[in-house]
């Protein structure tokens, strides 16, 4: 699991750093909103702790724009501020969690597990569809053209996270974590296998979306000599 802390507070964000890559977590520390907006659109983290008072770009405003992008990854705020409008703002803005300053890292942790043991849901029945391609979540149906095919439970999944991030380098460990859960045991080769299918699935309706390796990050889905835009 990988964890960005967003806290203009050096010591506390260094404090935090050290307790959760304790309890096996890896983490990232950005001290102003606009490197941590910067990072969390690499969308390469499974939850975000947010401070809400931060230089250059402000907490809320760093929400905002992350739920505006329709960026899930879970967020929880940190702050000083803990008046009940302050957190029905925060909560209001689409942070997934609310804790005040000064808290102990126990129950920071506590809501953290709670946290990742939600199951992905994603919003929505409409199709998605990028390029020649339609995939309906709800029945798991590819279609290009005249050609269509059911993919696996697993297979659904993973093209979905690819639909929803188009064009995107996603690492491995985010689709291991999103697709499989954070708390399962599941070896690497796996996602390779799943790979090697989806492509399968891809070719076998004539699509000319490409499923790219990026060597020493993850994979990638996009268009041919084309920015793609999912919608």
Not at 24 to 42: A, N, P, S
Not at 65 to 88: H, M, V, W, Y
Not at 100 to 129: H, M, Q, T, Y
């Amino acid at each position: 699991m990988r964890i960005l802390i967003i806290e203009d507070d050096k010591s506390l964000a260094e404090t935090l750093r050290f307790q959760l890559e304790c309890n096996h977590f890896e983490t990232d520390v950005c001290y102003d909103g606009e490197e941590g907006l910067y990072f969390i659109e690499q969308q390469s983290h499974d939850l975000i702790l947010l401070d809400r008072m931060l230089p250059i770009l402000d907490g809320i405003s760093v929400l905002k724009i992350t739920r505006e992008k329709n960026i899930s990854t879970p967020i929880i705020f940190l702050t000083a501020l803990g008046a009940l409008n302050d957190k029905i703002t925060g909560l209001d803005c689409g942070a997934d969690d609310y804790l005040v300053k000064p808290f102990d890292f126990e129950e920071l942790l506590a809501r953290i597990r709670c946290i990742l043991r939600r199951p992905s849901k994603w919003e929505g029945n409409k199709p998605l569809e990028l390029g020649d391609i339609s995939y309906d979540t709800s029945q798991k149906k590819l279609s290009c053209s005249n050609s269509s095919c059911s993919l696996s439970a697993r297979e659904g999944d993973l093209l979905e996270f690819f639909l929803r991030n188009p064009g995107q380098t996603i690492p491995r460990a985010s689709l291991l974590t999103k697709v499989w859960g954070p708390d399962a045991e599941v070896e690497d080769g796996n996602l390779d296998n799943y790979i090697y299918f989806l492509r399968r699935r891809l070719k076998s309706v004539k699509s000319a979306l490409q499923l790219k390796t990026i060597r020493g990050i993850g994979y990638q889905l996009e268009l041919p000599n084309a920015s793609p835009a999912a919608h």
